[in-house]
Each structure stands twice: as structure tokens, then as C-alpha cells.
């Protein structure tokens, strides 16, 4: 088999340049690809595995299961808890986007958003006071899952978020 070519270890910020760039086209094979060969220099480059983890999730809507599990793994790899939390909501998160966009019932997608905002919840008791990153977050995935085409097909989404959040989620 054919060994991919390391790069020089003083290359690595432009790589992951180049791989946010590649992201950004909607290139996330490139961008992982990149993050892949930056992450065989510095095994625990930080930006490399959470530019990894948004390129793997990029590609949830083709690669499906693959993704998932490399992304979840490159979540694990991650130093701060707090990143952890907040990465592997982002995960759950797009992972229920897609399921939305796929054939999977939509009940199922819900429970991921809801596995979303578990570990955003985790990752805001976490963060610093002033970083609203999980909130936004939570409530993207409430707004979600509490849309009108939602409700016609799961009466029960917004008694469920409730019972499990409490009064803080809005029920329109």
C-alpha cells in the first residue's frame, strides 16, 4: 500500500489554513484529508482534530455511518472537556440533520437533537460565562425539533422536551 507523504512540521498552520479554506468550498474530503496529514506530525494538533471533526460531520448526508464513527473518535481525542461536550453535541446535532434529509424516522433524528442538547447542556456548565456558543447551539436544536412540520408528525416532541428540560423550552 501507497504511504501518504508527511509534511514538514513547520507547515502545519498553513495546512489547517488550507483546510478551513477547503471547508468552506464544501470540499470536507479535502479538508480531512489535510487535517489526516497534520494530525501524523502532531498526533494531538487541537485544531486539526475539531477541523477534522466539522469535516467529517460536512460529510454525514453521503458517508453516514463511517463519518459518524471516525468524528466521534476525533471528539475523544479532544484535551478539553468542555470541547468534548460541545463537539460531540455538534456531532449529534448534524448527525440528526441528516437523518432528517435521509429516510430515517424522524423520531429517531429527534432523540440525536436531544443527545445534542444533553451535551450541550454539559459543555455550557463548562464554558466560560461569557462564550454563548452551547446556548445557541440548544436552542437551534430546539427550534428544530419544535418547527410546525415537526408537530404534525409527532405530536408528543414537544411534551417530551418538556418532561425532560423543564419549563425553559419554549412550546409554540
Not at 478551513?20 to 485544531?47: F, G, K
Not at 471516525?70 to 481525542?77: D, F, I, P
Request: charge should be negative; glycine fraction near 2%; hydrophobic fraction near 40%.
Amino acid at each position: 500500500m501507497i504511504e501518504p507523504k508527511r509534511i514538514p512540521k513547520d507547515s502545519v498552520s498553513a495546512a489547517l489554513e488550507k483546510a478551513l479554506r477547503y471547508r468552506l468550498l464544501n470540499e470536507p474530503r479535502q479538508a480531512e484529508s489535510i487535517c489526516l496529514d497534520v494530525l501524523l506530525v502532531d498526533s494531538e494538533n487541537q485544531e486539526a482534530l475539531i477541523t477534522l471533526v466539522l469535516a467529517l460531520t460536512d460529510q454525514f448526508p453521503v458517508e453516514k455511518a463511517p463519518a459518524l464513527d471516525a468524528a466521534n473518535s476525533a471528539v475523544r481525542r479532544l484535551n478539553s472537556e468542555y470541547h468534548q461536550a460541545y463537539y460531540e453535541g455538534i456531532v449529534s446535532e448534524r448527525w440528526a440533520t441528516a437523518q432528517l434529509a435521509g429516510d430515517m424516522p424522524q423520531e429517531i433524528a429527534f432523540d440525536w437533537f436531544r443527545q445534542a442538547m444533553r451535551s450541550y447542556e454539559k459543555a455550557q456548565a463548562l464554558s466560560a460565562p461569557d462564550d454563548p456558543d452551547p446556548i445557541l447551539r440548544w436552542n437551534s436544536c430546539v427550534r428544530r425539533i419544535s418547527r410546525p412540520e415537526a408537530r404534525q408528525h409527532d405530536v408528543n416532541v414537544n411534551r417530551d422536551i418538556t418532561a425532560e428540560y423543564g419549563d425553559d423550552v419554549p412550546v409554540p
